[in-house]
């Protein structure tokens, strides 16, 4: 501690009062008569654990290399769910290195519910077992570790899969599985390693990048003008989110001056101006925070996207569900599902798979399910299984019919209607539900699957003419990612980091040919660009539009019973029940006005029943192509994000001319009554009456009316000359 | 560069010259607008005191001036506002308008001591001269014109050749043999701004005299936190700090910021620097052997640290760190004025 010098008349004093400090240097002062008390002025160290260099060396810093989920996490990214009684999930580990004698480490935490005597997880690593985890977790996360042979790692990507059974303490019926789940930490979960050994290079990179992400930090990326440079820097985002596959990392751009804000950075990008040269290229450096910095040149994107995808090839961007050719048997093996075996006592399993963009079947065809199939013995009373197609029960199976149990069952032939399907992604789900043997006890312990269906089993579907329907969805198979940008209104109110990321999962794989009649385009909008929409479809509407995205959100009743259609077509359960009374006025003038304009209800009450954080909406029919999609200022987007890339390439998407996003919900839409359908072959006397019930049903006015007045002619006709041979016998 | 060299172009005005081309402060405002939002939120209360909290917690004049300067530099006029009003209710009570240095909020008399401390007062008419073309406030200008005459008057000492020198305060530096002098406190550029502004080229000659003392002292070592001139030479003052410390640390820093990148004093401090432990920096070297006698792994610090090491490398990009809201209120404005000085004394070591 250093002091300062003491004035003349005070010296005595303070000398006095500081007499400790016997080193102070005491310094006269000329002609100083009233000025100011010794004071110390130096800066001194501060005290505490940060003082001195004798302190012992801090431990050295680690990270986890984390599992990456199989999809984009709604609302909490850093945990994954395994809910019911079976289940199983494949999680990305991205290592840098290949590893010898590493451990991993999976944290957990399950329902109170489960029973860990009789439940288990196990554990792979790129399909070998290294173990198997008991799932007694309960009050809080706990950390199980596993040895991991040498070599099986491998520096890139790898996987770890997870396959959860689940025993409740009590119950086993249907209820039950709803109780029953682990929760994985993601962000603790996979290789811990020192974050110093994290290796200078596009797969530390990537691992860093990966062990932010999880921790629900995101990616930054640093620019000298992030707005001027923003749309350059996109194919690059795309290449770096194809490393990911199609879950893409937040991203949050800004320029060179950051605030930590406790957020630790593990990997990061940032764009040089064009005046610096590096001259081999983009290079990888280690930040003063130990992040691994991917360094590259504004402009020079290309180059530096090829780094990624040189390291770590991108998993398949193309449409992986299965497309089934229409006019012949397509069996369950073709469709990637070599059988399936439902275990426990709630079991829903999806076979998903695609059909033409331009096959299209609305009248009265029917398609064919082909069920080879059996189920176990002794089952208790009042097990079902109910077969789907897009959420439509098509048949109902009993599984507690001892004579049948426990053997192959001849072919069963399930015919259904073909206008269920739509063209492109379509769902064939096998539901099972299973009571508690007794409902009320723990049920006797089974390995057994409950049902079993062949991989022999065989979707048949009639063959369309080629027609289609203009609809978001079909936009969206052929949007590519140049096409999608933000509005003017837009680019001042959202985040930069979003249009990459919604590009990421709006985007149709590349080499995609489209066979829209106009170009596409799809912006990115906010409730201001509503008034700027202009299209026969959003026409009048504009108020509708802009009250959903403002309202609270609608209740919008309970979730389905899975049981309410169990037994739902007898017609006299409608006498007892008084609200169906009540509602079938309306119902009947909804009947007449569907015989007339078709099923499509118009879009102000469809409107006027719902809210949504996000709208997707296709403005005019007449220009396909052009797609909306609005957004919430300051909103969570995360959850339409995830909801895209999850919707992608499966059922469950947005279709329609507009569709409404709530996270609770999904996506709900709706298709306008006066779609135009559009033949793309010759009209032929082979497909003439295909073609011809296509449209009566979209719009049964146009056939009802030359109908109703080819009648009357013919009426007219009939009178006249039934009235002239009259007058003749006269 | 060989100090005749040094000090020759230092002359010529060349260095301070490109520093202001490489940045506009209204620009490097908007892209620091998020850490002087967390600067400010961490270490300046609503009534716009800036605390200094391992420092029992007082205010000093310093702190004070450092935060209209960031206000300034950031356009946030609200908290500049603040800051100044308190600064004028609470330290600017000097005859004077020099401000006294320190007020102590748990001391019975909260300003014991009404001396001042001249860095804080060059700061503030730096920031108030800033602030007046920013926010197009004339008194402001007159201010700074005030403090600049006030530290002319009060604060200079004139070595033995005529080169004069900016003293730590107004009074209580002056010694039988000369005067201590502490060469943080001489920040070229602002005295350089300040003469030009209200004509005092004092303060100008100050700045290259400090420059100057600084290659000297470079030459034996790390430049010192204090140092006392005489007559016969450059010696230790009794019961001060001879090693490069908290104090002097800013010297490094301020050159850089000035455009004087290349200054032994910073080639001296960051070849020092090199002998510090992973993740951590230096924080006082001994100024003979250069041997670190302690160090610290806050971002401000080590910020410092890697800005020296990469102009002194003459790398592209350096590892100065994201700013810190753990850190005290010193590291902190150490790490923010770190960025500026990147910014318009070294653009090429951009925070990797």
């Known amino acids: ?730 | 560069m060989k100090r005749r060299q040094f000090v020759s172009a230092l002359a010529a005005g060349l260095a301070l010259r490109h520093s202001r081309a490489s940045a506009q402060p209204a620009e490097l405002g908007d892209q620091l607008r998020d850490v002087w939002s967390a600067w400010r939120d961490a270490h300046a209360n609503g009534s716009g005191r800036v605390i200094d909290a391992p420092q029992q917690f007082a205010s000093h004049s310093e702190g004070q001036s450092y935060g209209l300067f960031l206000a300034a530099l950031a356009g946030d006029r609200r908290t500049f506002d603040r800051i100044e009003t308190w600064t004028r209710v609470n330290l600017a009570i000097r005859s004077d308008a020099l401000m006294a240095w320190r007020w102590l909020p748990d001391s019975p008399v909260r300003v014991p001591d009404t001396n001042n401390a001249s860095d804080g007062d060059l700061f503030r008419a730096w920031a108030l001269l800033r602030a007046s073309d920013r926010f197009l406030v004339p008194e402001y200008r007159e201010l700074a014109a005030t403090i600049a005459a006030d530290l002319a008057e009060h604060c200079i000492a004139e070595r033995s050749d005529g080169t004069p020198l900016l003293l730590p305060a107004a009074d209580g530096f002056r010694t039988a043999e000369g005067f201590i002098v502490n060469l943080a406190y001489s920040m070229p550029l602002a005295l350089e701004e300040l003469a030009a502004a209200f004509g005092l080229p004092v303060l100008a000659q100050a700045a290259e005299g400090a420059v100057r003392l600084s290659a000297e002292l470079a030459e034996g070592g790390v430049v010192p936190d204090w140092v006392e001139v005489t007559e016969s030479g450059l010696i230790q003052p009794e019961g001060f700090s001879f090693d490069c410390g908290y104090e002097a640390m800013r010297v490094p820093l301020f050159y850089i910021w000035s455009g004087l990148a290349d200054h032994p004093a910073v080639r001296t401090f960051a070849l020092a620097q090199r002998a510090a432990p992973e993740n951590r920096a230096a924080t006082i070297i001994e100024r003979g052997s250069g041997a670190i006698l302690e160090t610290s792994s806050e971002a401000g610090y080590r910020s410092l640290s890697a800005l020296s090491a990469c102009v002194t490398e003459n790398s592209l990009g350096s590892g100065m760190l994201p700013f810190s809201v753990e850190q005290a209120y010193y590291p902190a404005t150490l790490q923010v004025f770190s960025m500026i000085a990147q910014a318009q004394g070294a653009p090429r070591c951009i925070p990797l």
């Open chain 1, 1 to 730: 501690m250093t002091r300062r010098p003491l004035p003349a008349l005070c010296s005595l004093v303070a000398a006095l009062a500081l007499a400790p400090a016997a080193s102070a240097q005491q310094i006269e002062l000329d002609g100083f008569t009233d000025g100011p008390t010794i004071e110390e002025r130096s800066r001194p160290a501060p005290a505490g654990p940060e003082a001195g260099s004798g302190d012992p060396a801090p431990e050295p810093e680690t990270l986890v290399l984390p599992l990456r989920p199989p999809r984009l996490a709604a609302s909490d990214p850093e945990t994954y769910r395994m809910s019911g009684q079976y289940d199983q999930a494949s999680f990305t580990l991205f290592v840098p290195v290949e590893m010898s004698g590493a451990e991993l480490r999976i944290a957990t935490q399950s329902a109170i519910d489960i029973l860990p005597q009789r439940s288990a997880i196990e554990v792979s690593v790129n399909g070998t077992p290294v173990g198997t985890l008991t799932p007694d977790n309960f009050g809080v996360a706990g950390i199980d570790t596993f040895s991991v042979p040498d070599g099986l790692l491998t520096a890139g990507r790898n996987r770890v899969t997870l396959s959860a059974r689940q025993v409740h303490r009590v119950f086993c019926g249907p209820d039950a599985a709803f109780n029953l789940w682990t929760d994985i930490a993601l962000p603790e979960s996979g290789i811990e390693m020192p974050l110093a050994d994290l290796p200078v290079g596009p797969l530390g990179f990537l691992a860093g990048a990966s062990a932010q992400i999880a921790r629900d930090i995101p990616l930054q990326l640093r620019m000298p003008d992030p707005d001027a440079t923003m749309a350059e820097a996109s194919d690059l985002i795309a290449r770096f989110d194809a490393v990911y596959g199609q879950v893409p990392p937040e991203i949050s751009v800004g320029n060179y001056y950051s605030a930590s804000e406790n957020a630790t950075q593990r990997a990061r990008i940032t764009v040089l101006t064009a005046d610096y040269a590096l001259p081999n290229g983009p290079e990888f450096r280690r930040g003063g925070d130990g992040a691994i910095v991917f360094l590259l040149r504004s402009g020079d994107y290309d180059n530096a996207a090829q780094v990624f995808t040189g390291a770590v090839p991108a998993p398949s961007s193309e449409f992986t569900t299965p497309i089934i050719e229409p006019g012949r048997p397509t069996t369950l093996a073709e469709l990637d599902t070599d059988g399936i075996e439902g275990r426990g006592r709630y079991i829903r399993e999806h076979v998903q798979f695609r059909l033409p963009s331009d096959w299209l079947l609305l009248a009265s065809q029917t398609g064919e399910l082909r069920l080879d199939w059996r189920y176990d013995t002794d089952l208790p009373k009042g097990g079902l299984l109910l077969v789907k197609v897009n959420g439509t029960t098509i048949q109902l199976l009993p599984l507690d019919e001892p004579e049948n149990a426990g053997r192959p069952l001849p072919t069963l032939r399930i015919p259904f209607a073909a206008n269920l399907l739509r063209p492109g992604a379509n769902r064939l789900t096998f539901e099972a539900l299973v009571p508690g043997d007794p409902p009320d006890e723990a049920c006797v312990p089974s390995e057994a699957p409950i049902f079993e269906i062949s991989g022999g089993t065989s979707l048949t579907i009639p063959p369309s003419p080629r027609l289609s329907l203009p609809g978001i969805e079909r936009t969206l198979q052929f949007a590519p990612r140049s096409a999608i940008s933000l509005s003017e209104a837009a680019e001042v109110t959202l985040s930069p980091g979003l249009l990459p990321r919604l590009s990421s999962v709006l985007a149709a794989p590349t080499g995609q040919d489209t066979d829209l009649d106009s170009d596409i385009e799809i912006k990115i909008g906010i409730p201001a660009d509503i008034a700027a929409l202009d299209g026969d479809v959003v026409a009048d509407h504009a108020e509708q539009l802009r009250a959903v995205m403002q309202s609270e959100r609608q209740e919008r009743g309970s979730a389905e019973d899975a049981w309410s259609q169990v037994g739902g077509n007898q017609w006299w359960r409608g006498l007892l029940q008084r609200d169906r009374i009540t509602q079938f006025p309306a119902r009947l003038n909804e009947w007449l006005r569907a015989i007339w304009t078709g099923n499509e209800s118009a879009l102000a009450p469809w409107l006027a029943e719902r809210s949504a954080d996000a709208i997707l909406l296709q403005p005019d029919m007449e220009q396909p192509g052009h797609l909306w999609l609005l957004l919430e200022p300051d909103g969570d987007h995360r959850a339409v994000i995830a909801s895209l890339a999850e919707s992608r390439d499966a059922y469950r998407g947005p279709h329609g001319q507009v569709s409404v996003f709530l996270p609770d919900t999904g996506w709900e839409s709706w298709d306008a009554p006066n779609r135009p359908l559009l033949l793309r072959e010759p009209l032929t006397a082979a497909n003439a009456r295909t073609v011809v019930g296509n449209y009566v049903t979209i719009i049964p006015g146009r056939y009802i009316g030359p109908i109703l007045i080819l009648a009357v002619l013919s009426s007219i006709v009939a009178f006249g000359i039934a009235v002239v041979t009259r007058r003749k016998r006269a």
